[in-house]
């Protein structure tokens, strides 16, 4: 069942949804609706060119565990020779705005200006982040999601040179495993993210993982 959302802060049981993972459509992209979503596993989705927000909650999960990131012999290989720097949070809204452009191009998933304003909001409260990647100055590659509790949820990334993205996902891996982070939702899965370590958990158990306490 695909429910339609009011004015009101709340969202229906996700168990209720339908089975491809859409829950509800309407509502709107503030702050505290978009807390309350990821919170409960539930993310914003635009259909392509449309202004109705779609919400999902799949009940299978696509995620990595930061401690299970699995990093290839020619990615440990691009790491060491130090060609790119990677930096945390310096240039969100430019790694949205290239994410939004290229986005653009692929049906089904348009990230519109309003989608890259609530996010950037978000980021500004302390509730998203984002990932660089430079060559000589040049943004390359990147990636940026939103942070609660003890997870991060993946929301898009960029390649404008090979591998680009994934050295951004590897380095959010391991910073974040540093700093008590213990799950990254994929949202789906995809041949990259399955090779680095991405594997399905049922919508119960990812749950376990939220929690309200920590800010990356």
């Not at 914003?44 to 401690?67: H, K, N």
């Not at 978000?122 to 590659?141: D, K, R, Y």
């Not at 404008?160 to 050295?167: D, H, I, M, R, T």
Request: aromatic share 14%.
């Amino acid at each position: 069942m695909v429910f339609q959302l009011t004015d009101k802060l709340a969202f229906p049981d996700p168990h209720y949804g339908d089975p491809d993972g859409l829950l509800a459509v309407g509502g709107d992209l503030s702050i505290d609706r978009l807390i309350l979503a990821y919170s409960n596993g539930i993310f914003p989705w635009y259909a392509f060119r449309e202004e109705l927000i779609q919400w999902w909650c799949p009940m299978d999960r696509f995620v990595i565990f930061p401690d299970e990131i699995h990093i290839s012999h020619s990615m440990r290989t691009l790491i060491n020779k130090g060609k790119y720097e990677i930096t945390f949070n310096e240039a969100f809204e430019d790694v949205i705005q290239t994410c939004g452009e290229l986005r653009m191009e692929q049906e089904g998933a348009w990230l519109g200006r309003k989608m890259m304003e609530a996010y950037t909001h978000l980021h500004e409260q302390g509730f998203a982040a984002s990932v660089e990647v430079w060559e000589e100055e040049q943004l390359v590659g990147g990636l940026y999601g939103v942070t609660l509790g003890r997870c991060f949820f993946g929301e898009s990334m960029f390649s404008l040179v090979p591998s680009a993205s994934k050295l951004a996902l590897i380095h959010l891996a391991q910073f974040f495993r540093e700093h008590g982070g213990v799950m990254i939702d994929c949202q789906f899965e995809t041949p990259h993210l399955k090779t680095m370590g991405g594997r399905h958990i049922s919508y119960d158990e990812y749950m376990t993982y939220i929690e309200q306490d920590y800010r990356f």
